[in-house]
């Protein structure tokens, strides 16, 4: 659930939460220096508003930039329960460092997670617009934080048949847990997530 401003959404399953500060790919933050390098080879491969295609990319390349930190997922499935890592980044160590490569995103166990990423992967199947994001997770008592660029690429077509996402965990403190203040209006407010 976005909130009025449309850049923040945040879910919640009884003591876990995510929340995800949603910017644009030009926003990438310093400390995301890598995934800024991934989305400009992304960018140069668009032609007349076209998305790449999968071909255009090297995953030895991509994997080298990453530093073993990219998921590549089959959107095929019209179910994003069924969307499958085609690729999972050998560094990133959600789930006690599971490897996730030819599972589902159905398959993943963490509840808050696994709903934040499948309405955030089938958005960007549906818009075809790349996402950027600054992610806290507070998954049964442990947290996460980490930036994600999500990537649509096609095999061929215009139908968004692949996404290239890049996890970059490190500390965010624009989304970390507890009280953020607003402001609106000139004033500031404090608001309860």
């Known amino acids: ?17 995510s929340r995800r500060l949603c910017l644009p790919p030009r926003d ?3 400390e995301d220096d890598w995934e800024a390098r991934i989305f400009a080879i992304w960018d140069s491969f668009r032609t007349a508003g076209r998305l790449p295609k999968r071909s255009d990319f090297d995953p030895v390349e991509l994997m080298g930039l ?8 089959d959107t095929s499935s019209g179910d994003p329960q069924g969307y499958r890592f085609r690729l999972w980044g050998s560094m990133v160590d959600f789930d006690r460092g599971a490897d996730y490569t ?11 997670m696994r709903a934040a990423a499948m309405e955030d992967y089938s958005d960007t199947v549906a818009t075809g617009v790349p996402s950027y994001q600054l992610i806290y997770s507070l998954e049964n008592y442990l947290p996460h934080s980490y930036a994600r660029l999500i ?4 095999l061929g ?3 968004i048949s692949q996404l290239i996402v890049c996890i970059n965990q490190r500390d965010i403190p624009e989304v970390s847990e507890g009280e953020r203040p607003l402001r609106r209006d000139g004033r500031s407010h404090l608001r309860l997530v």
Not at 3 to 16: C, F, I, P, Y
Not at 104 to 111: A, E, I, Q
Not at 151 to 154: E, N, R, S, Y
């Open 102 to 112: 030819k599972k589902c995103l159905g398959d993943m166990p963490h509840t808050t």
């Open 151 to 154: 990537l649509p690429v096609t």
């Open 1 to 17: 659930m976005w909130d009025s401003e449309g850049s923040l959404a945040v879910l919640r399953d009884h003591g876990d939460v």
């Open 157 to 159: 077509g215009r139908d």
């Open 28 to 30: 990438i933050r310093l």
């Open 66 to 73: 990453s530093k073993g930190r990219i998921h590549i997922v």
